[in-house]
């Protein structure tokens, strides 16, 4: 069982209006994370692209993989490619709240 950041379920709730438990394992997230996907890829298609969006999914990356991947459920690769984002958005950010934290004397 993958550890999970504390971080990713808020920002993957924020992200796609979600609700999901801050308790959820990495698989319990990816599974339902996958059936939300499923669903809008079924009822909701612009709304998914609005998301995608929304999070910077890498569209040439997307399809690159949808295509190599062709058989596999699209959903459950999709989940993959948001989970990956979100988690280099939070380490981005974490990096990012260190360099500012440069002591007064060291800044130019």
């Known amino acids: 069982m993958k550890p999970l950041n504390t971080n990713l ?3 993957i709730n924020s992200s796609l209006d979600l609700q999901l438990a801050t308790s959820l394992s990495y698989e319990e997230l990816h599974k339902k994370l996958s059936t939300e996907i499923n669903h ?3 009822n ?3 709304k998914l692209v ?3 969006y929304r ?3 890498n569209e040439n990356k997307m399809r690159l993989l949808l295509d190599q991947r062709e058989g596999k459920d699209a959903a459950e690769l999709i989940a993959n490619l948001i989970i990956e984002r979100q988690l280099q958005k939070i380490e981005s950010r ?3 709240q ?3 934290n440069i002591d007064e ?3 130019w």
């Open 9 to 11: 379920i808020p920002e």
């Open 40 to 42: 809008l890829i079924n």
């Open 55 to 57: 999070i910077d999914v």
């Open 98 to 100: 260190h360099k500012d």
């Open 44 to 46: 909701d298609f612009e």
């Open 50 to 52: 609005f998301y995608l």
């Open 105 to 107: 004397n060291e800044k």
């Open 94 to 96: 974490r990096n990012f």
